[in-house]
RNA sequence: GGUCCGUUGGUGAAGUGGUUAACACACCAGAUUCUCAAUCUGGCAUACACGGGUUCAAGCCCCGUACGGACUACCA
């Protein structure tokens, strides 16, 4: 067979050369340490916690070794494609604070001298790299259609033998150029294999980053590298690509790991220098006791939207998926609580080799000591944020009145404590946290401890005695003395030692008070929230819960 | 079915042959407080999947079993 000829028959138009395009990307002038990683999604418009997990692996690797970390959209998929989806895909990276280097619609004076980053406009490259594999004897065309595949699978399937294109099963291997030309001439439509020198029943040791060493069987699959449509599998584009783009590691999710033999090989035929892999684990959930991948479909917090309309803090998430992925980063930042996550010396080989488990208790642990040392000025800039992205109705209620926000941010972060309150965990829950001062969304639930006439009687009292100018000391005296009024224990150490002897305790008293002016059971001290609230809110909230009681005893 | 990866307490996770298996989160109890939060003290009683083997000695090495996961597409 002259595969010369059959290269030219099959494309004409290609005149380029692989060693050509060696030239147009030469090797990158980096230090010798410095590493090249890039993110690779496809644009589906699904972005989720995983893609964020391992690009902020592949971020700070990049950056720390004072490499390059670039983005590259992997649209082979006809299909699969969605409008609009690079444009979430950036917009989520940006939120979350993940800079790019190079890439798809990244602007940059002196760079992007690697591109097109989008695999669409590259296949001239593929074309031109497969033409020199066939050249070579390295791969063919394959005229079988997919109906006579799925024949072939069910058959082997049948026979229990392993599926797939390969050996005596891979029937145009043995055309030859009459019948390739034959098949041309009736306008076939066709796709490029790879021919396929392995036998999977040969082990080879192979060192991955993250998991070590590793057996990985040689591929004996003639794998599709150009689809009909002239396009680049993964497989092809990924060995194509990040050899151009010179990428140094290879970080991708563990379900690439089987795919391995075939990047091997690819690299192999090609004859490209080998890049270093690194497969991430797999985020997990436990679902009924059952440890189970994160799936699209079942859980809505994988998807990083989720995060965005409840208004977590970007900067809080990052800390919690370093914790995932390096095991020594939370010792680490708990010795430095001030530092910046950049500071972090992050390495490759800390990282965990089994399904780290997303554990949203500790995400919120995260987020509540991250909100809790922020300035309230800095929460409030948050809150704004986070308003004006998702309901700006709400900004004439919270920020009517920036000094009143700001008091009642003091107070729930507690500032003027010794150590602060750690209440905050995320916007959504802030603006619900804080909406009793606020007339336009305060929904009181009113449950008394005591009786509706006990609750009413103590509330009138109360608001007979208020006085606004009345220190904070002041305030819980008069508190007292409305407690002996009603039998109710003043302090609470009497109550303790004769609980039989009175109708309540102080506390039960104030919870009352509490109920009746913020509808609520729990919140900062009772006397500072009358302070900020002013004299007319007050007495207002508690009329309303006076009216409210009178109707009901 | 085949191939590969994994399995330490409620959860994440350290530990690669040698005293009481670190740390963090969660949970529980006590102290404190007008409630909550925060803080302090203590607890979580038999956590190294199971069975063999190597060794003076194994969570760490070897073999097998079970369980979980990934891949097995003209998807990535």
């Given at each position: 067979m002259n595969y010369e000829q059959l290269a030219e028959l099959l494309f004409p138009n290609i005149d380029k050369t692989p060693d050509d395009y060696k030239k147009i990307y030469p090797k990158r002038q980096l230090d010798d340490k410095a590493e090249v990683l890039r993110i690779a999604p496809s644009p589906t418009g699904f972005i989720h916690l995983g893609n964020l997990y391992g690009a902020l692996a592949d971020e700070r690797i990049a950056h720390q070794s004072n490499g390059v970390f670039f983005l590259r959209i992997e649209d082979t998929d006809n299909k699969r494609l969605v409008k609009g989806a690079v444009e979430t895909i950036i917009s989520t990276f940006k939120y979350f604070q993940i800079d790019f280097d190079e890439g798809a619609e990244v602007v940059i004076n002196n760079g992007n001298h690697y591109g097109p980053y989008y695999q669409r406009q590259r296949t001239n490259i593929y074309q031109a790299f497969a033409k020199d594999l066939i050249k070579k004897g390295h791969a063919y065309p394959c005229f079988c259609d997919e109906e006579a595949l799925k024949a072939q699978r069910k058959q082997q399937k049948a026979e229990k033998l392993t599926t797939g294109y390969y050996g005596e099963w891979a029937v145009c291997r043995h055309l030859d150029l009459e019948q390739i030309k034959q098949q041309l001439a009736d306008d076939h439509p066709f796709v490029i294999r790879l021919r396929s020198t392995g036998n999977p029943t040969i082990k080879h040791r192979f060192y991955d980053e993250i998991k070590g060493d590793i057996t990985v069987i040689e591929n004996d699959q003639d794998v599709i590298l150009l689809k009909a449509d002239g396009v680049p599998t993964y497989h092809f584009a990924h060995a194509v690509d990040d050899h151009l783009m010179h990428t140094t590691i290879v970080l991708r999710g563990e379900e690439w790991l089987g795919t391995l033999p075939i990047h091997l090989e690819l690299f192999k035929v090609l004859d490209l220098p080998l890049p270093k892999y690194a497969h991430t684990s797999q985020l997990m959930k436990m679902d009924n006791g059952i440890k189970r991948k994160l799936s699209k479909r079942k859980d809505p917090e994988l998807s990083l939207d989720y995060y965005r309309q409840l208004g977590y803090h970007p900067y809080a998430v990052k800390i919690y998926l370093m914790t995932l992925l390096n095991w020594n980063f939370e010792e680490w930042y708990l010795k430095n609580p001030n530092a910046d996550i950049t500071e972090f010396k992050f390495s490759v080989n800390k990282m965990g080799q089994s399904g780290a488990l997303f554990d949203l208790d500790k995400l919120n642990n995260i987020s509540k000591t991250y909100l809790a040392k922020q300035q309230p000025e800095t929460i409030k800039d948050y809150l704004k944020d986070f308003i004006n992205d998702n309901d700006p109705k709400l900004l004439d209620v919270y920020f009517k009145d920036e000094t009143y926000l700001l008091k009642i941010l003091n107070l729930g972060m507690g500032t003027n404590l010794k150590k602060r309150r750690k209440d905050y965990i995320f916007a959504k829950q802030i603006l619900d946290s804080i909406s009793y001062y606020f007339d336009e969304v305060y929904q009181p639930q009113y449950e008394f401890c005591f009786n509706n006439a006990l609750s009413l009687d103590i509330i009138k009292s109360f608001k007979d005695t208020y006085n606004e100018d009345d220190d904070n000391n002041t305030w819980f005296k008069k508190l007292k003395t409305i407690a002996l009024l009603f039998n109710i224990a003043a302090e609470m150490s009497d109550h303790k030692a004769?609980?039989?002897?009175?109708?309540?305790?102080i506390s039960q008293l104030a919870e009352v008070i509490r109920v009746a002016t913020t509808g609520l059971k729990n919140t900062p001290d009772l006397w500072t929230i009358m302070q900020i609230m002013g004299k007319d809110k007050v007495i207002q909230r508690l009329d309303q819960a006076i009216s409210y009681l009178k109707d009901r005893s």
């Amino acid at each position: 067979m002259n595969y010369e000829q059959l290269a030219e028959l099959l494309f004409p138009n290609i005149d380029k050369t692989p060693d050509d395009y060696k030239k147009i990307y030469p090797k990158r002038q980096l230090d010798d340490k410095a590493e090249v990683l890039r993110i690779a999604p496809s644009p589906t418009g699904f972005i989720h916690l995983g893609n964020l997990y391992g690009a902020l692996a592949d971020e700070r690797i990049a950056h720390q070794s004072n490499g390059v970390f670039f983005l590259r959209i992997e649209d082979t998929d006809n299909k699969r494609l969605v409008k609009g989806a690079v444009e979430t895909i950036i917009s989520t990276f940006k939120y979350f604070q993940i800079d790019f280097d190079e890439g798809a619609e990244v602007v940059i004076n002196n760079g992007n001298h690697y591109g097109p980053y989008y695999q669409r406009q590259r296949t001239n490259i593929y074309q031109a790299f497969a033409k020199d594999l066939i050249k070579k004897g390295h791969a063919y065309p394959c005229f079988c259609d997919e109906e006579a595949l799925k024949a072939q699978r069910k058959q082997q399937k049948a026979e229990k033998l392993t599926t797939g294109y390969y050996g005596e099963w891979a029937v145009c291997r043995h055309l030859d150029l009459e019948q390739i030309k034959q098949q041309l001439a009736d306008d076939h439509p066709f796709v490029i294999r790879l021919r396929s020198t392995g036998n999977p029943t040969i082990k080879h040791r192979f060192y991955d980053e993250i998991k070590g060493d590793i057996t990985v069987i040689e591929n004996d699959q003639d794998v599709i590298l150009l689809k009909a449509d002239g396009v680049p599998t993964y497989h092809f584009a990924h060995a194509v690509d990040d050899h151009l783009m010179h990428t140094t590691i290879v970080l991708r999710g563990e379900e690439w790991l089987g795919t391995l033999p075939i990047h091997l090989e690819l690299f192999k035929v090609l004859d490209l220098p080998l890049p270093k892999y690194a497969h991430t684990s797999q985020l997990m959930k436990m679902d009924n006791g059952i440890k189970r991948k994160l799936s699209k479909r079942k859980d809505p917090e994988l998807s990083l939207d989720y995060y965005r309309q409840l208004g977590y803090h970007p900067y809080a998430v990052k800390i919690y998926l370093m914790t995932l992925l390096n095991w020594n980063f939370e010792e680490w930042y708990l010795k430095n609580p001030n530092a910046d996550i950049t500071e972090f010396k992050f390495s490759v080989n800390k990282m965990g080799q089994s399904g780290a488990l997303f554990d949203l208790d500790k995400l919120n642990n995260i987020s509540k000591t991250y909100l809790a040392k922020q300035q309230p000025e800095t929460i409030k800039d948050y809150l704004k944020d986070f308003i004006n992205d998702n309901d700006p109705k709400l900004l004439d209620v919270y920020f009517k009145d920036e000094t009143y926000l700001l008091k009642i941010l003091n107070l729930g972060m507690g500032t003027n404590l010794k150590k602060r309150r750690k209440d905050y965990i995320f916007a959504k829950q802030i603006l619900d946290s804080i909406s009793y001062y606020f007339d336009e969304v305060y929904q009181p639930q009113y449950e008394f401890c005591f009786n509706n006439a006990l609750s009413l009687d103590i509330i009138k009292s109360f608001k007979d005695t208020y006085n606004e100018d009345d220190d904070n000391n002041t305030w819980f005296k008069k508190l007292k003395t409305i407690a002996l009024l009603f039998n109710i224990a003043a302090e609470m150490s009497d109550h303790k030692a004769n609980p039989e002897k009175y109708v309540g305790n102080i506390s039960q008293l104030a919870e009352v008070i509490r109920v009746a002016t913020t509808g609520l059971k729990n919140t900062p001290d009772l006397w500072t929230i009358m302070q900020i609230m002013g004299k007319d809110k007050v007495i207002q909230r508690l009329d309303q819960a006076i009216s409210y009681l009178k109707d009901r005893s």
